[in-house]
């Protein structure tokens, strides 16, 4: 059974930093590409950052430079630093695992950018 576990949310304020974390299990972990998305109330949930098998990574055009992805192989964990954080990063952000052709989510973790 695949889990997806993601933790390190919570409230700041803007210009703050967070790292999420999402450990995986009963996953093939390090053949996985690896996901950080994030959904607000209305809208579609988006992607914001890929690293692959092979480590390399994207992202999403506004949190370029502010956020990165990493992954520890070992562990199998997958993280998000995300800095200079602004209220529009305010979303549940979720983990995806993509491994061949199944995909699997976490079940999210609550970020507040707010003043």
């Known amino acids: 059974q695949v889990q997806l576990v993601e933790s390190g949310g919570g409230l700041v304020q803007p210009g703050a930093s967070l790292r999420l974390s999402c450990a995986a299990s009963g996953l093939i972990f390090r053949e996985s590409d690896m996901d950080w998305a994030r959904q607000t109330p209305g809208k579609q949930r988006e992607l914001v950052a890929t690293?692959?098998?092979?480590?390399?990574?994207t992202y999403e055009d506004s949190v370029k430079g502010r956020f990165t992805i990493s992954r520890d192989n070992a562990q199998k964990t997958v993280y998000l630093q995300m800095n200079s954080l602004k209220s529009e990063d305010t979303a549940i952000y979720y983990c995806?695992?993509?491994?061949?052709?199944?995909?699997?989510w976490g079940q999210g973790t609550q970020v507040t950018v707010s003043s």
């Open positions: 995806r695992a993509r491994f061949r052709s199944i995909q699997y």
């Open positions: 690293i692959t098998t092979r480590g390399i990574t």
